[in-house]
């Protein structure tokens, strides 16, 4: 878009300011000129209130708003800004009214006197009009303005957060693979040259792929896929694992957000003592996500699903409220014999996604 001449003219604060107090002395020029017709005479009058005036505007935008209003410190403002109203009013306007503007102006008018109250009260009245609309317009900037600076580093906030939580998942994960490919050289297993394919899968999604806030969720059941493959491997088919997804459609998700239940459910819900199995189903239908995972208990290991894939139950759900605030639901159902967590997530689009 270019610029016009009167949008440069209004960007300019001066200008605004001069335009605000020309447009103050038309409006109430016009208004009391109606009264006897004498328009030059109304302008000059309202010309001469102007001092007072602006010293009320200026200190009150400049000095109270910013130092006393900003500050949620309302008392002091409303104190300070009724002294400043009186004094300009008292100690400028009033004195330019009764020794200037009544004998030249209005030289029949019989004043009641300097500091009645009826005169002084119209003359704070007429006064104080002049910053309503100032006072209103800045008052509402400085908020807006100070709401944006929160909103900026609140977003700067929780993306410092998601970083850092992000960042703690990388290092277990590659530390659970890693233990999974020794135990099967040890093992001289054949299938240790699968197990590296699908480790270099998962390391190219890990660092070149998900390092987007939203990925595909069809690269991202991909990577669950073979995780659950390798650890298949490692427990060389002795649990029952059961891996299931199905979606209407390719969504976009934030990465590495199912993976922390899949590791959890293997990390305490396998046994070399008893059959184990897992169950993982992945449905997606008019952009709602549901995870379930299952997994089997048992009495003689260690059940307290205190931690999701070694990082904590509370950095889950930090992630979970901070990439889907409002927007998931996290149920966990335990008992004797299985433990099952049930996310659900609401992945229609958002401003963040564009």
Same mark, same amino acid.
């Given at each position: 878009?270019?610029n ?11 200008t605004?300011?001069i335009?605000?107090?020309?447009g103050?002395?038309?409006f ?8 006897d ?5 109304s ?6 209130? @102007?001092?007072a005036?602006?010293?009320?505007? &200026? ?6 708003? /910013?130092g006393?209003? $900003? %500050? !949620?410190?309302?008392?002091s403002f ?8 009186i ?7 009033r ?10 102006y ?9 500091f009645?109250?009826t005169e ?7 006064v ?13 900037k400085?908020?807006?303005?100070a ?5 900026t580093l ?15 998942v990388?290092?277990h ?5 890693l233990?999974t ?12 040259e699968t197990a590296? @394919? ?6 190219? &999604? ?6 987007? /806030?939203?990925?595909? $969720? %069809? !690269?991202?059941?991909e ?21 299931n997804?199905?979606?209407?459609k390719d969504?976009k ?13 293997f990390?305490?819900g ?6 184990s ?8 239908k008019k952009?709602?996500?549901i995870?379930?995972?299952e997994?089997s208990?048992?009495s003689?290991t260690n ?9 904590g139950?509370?950095?889950v759900?930090k992630?979970l ?7 998931h639901s996290l ?8 433990y099952?967590v049930i996310?659900?997530?609401?992945l229609?689009k958002?401003?963040?996604?564009e």
């Amino acid at each position: 878009m270019t610029n016009t001449p009167f949008k440069n003219i209004f960007s300019n604060r001066l200008t605004k300011h001069i335009l605000y107090w020309i447009g103050l002395i038309i409006f109430f020029g016009i208004t009391w000129g109606t009264y006897d017709n004498d328009y030059v005479r109304s302008f000059t009058i309202q010309t001469f209130g @102007l001092p007072a005036r602006m010293i009320l505007v &200026y200190i009150s935008i400049y000095v109270l708003l /910013p130092g006393f209003l $900003l %500050k !949620k410190r309302f008392i002091s403002f409303i104190i300070s800004y009724i002294v400043l109203l009186i004094i300009t009013s008292v100690c400028i306007q009033r004195p330019i009214i009764y020794f200037y503007v009544e004998p030249i102006y209005f030289p029949d008018w019989k004043s009641e006197g300097y500091f009645t109250i009826t005169e002084l009260m119209n003359t704070i009245l007429d006064v104080n009009i002049a910053a309503i609309i100032p006072l209103s317009f800045s008052f509402f900037k400085f908020y807006y303005n100070a709401q944006q600076r929160t909103l900026t580093l609140e977003k700067e906030k929780i993306e410092t957060e998601l970083i850092q939580l992000r960042n703690q998942v990388h290092p277990h994960f590659l530390f659970n693979t890693l233990n999974t490919l020794y135990g099967l050289i040890i093992k001289k297993s054949n299938t240790a040259e699968t197990a590296v @394919l699908k480790l270099s899968k998962l390391m190219r &999604y890990m660092l070149y792929e998900a390092n987007t /806030p939203k990925v595909s $969720l %069809k !690269k991202e059941i991909e990577y669950l896929k073979n995780y659950v493959d390798l650890e298949k491997l490692r427990f060389d088919n002795s649990i029952d694992i059961s891996f299931n997804s199905e979606s209407d459609k390719d969504y976009k998700i934030s990465p590495f957000l199912l993976i922390p239940f899949v590791e959890n459910a293997f990390k305490h819900g396998t046994s070399s003592s008893n059959k184990s199995w897992i169950v993982i189903n992945i449905f997606t239908k008019k952009k709602e996500l549901i995870l379930r995972v299952e997994n089997s208990k048992f009495s003689s290991t260690n059940t307290q699903h205190d931690s999701i894939g070694g990082i904590g139950f509370n950095n889950v759900k930090k992630r979970l409220q901070l990439l889907y605030p409002n927007k998931h639901s996290l149920k966990i159902e335990d008992n004797e014999l299985s433990y099952e967590v049930i996310l659900k997530l609401n992945l229609a689009k958002t401003n963040q996604d564009e």
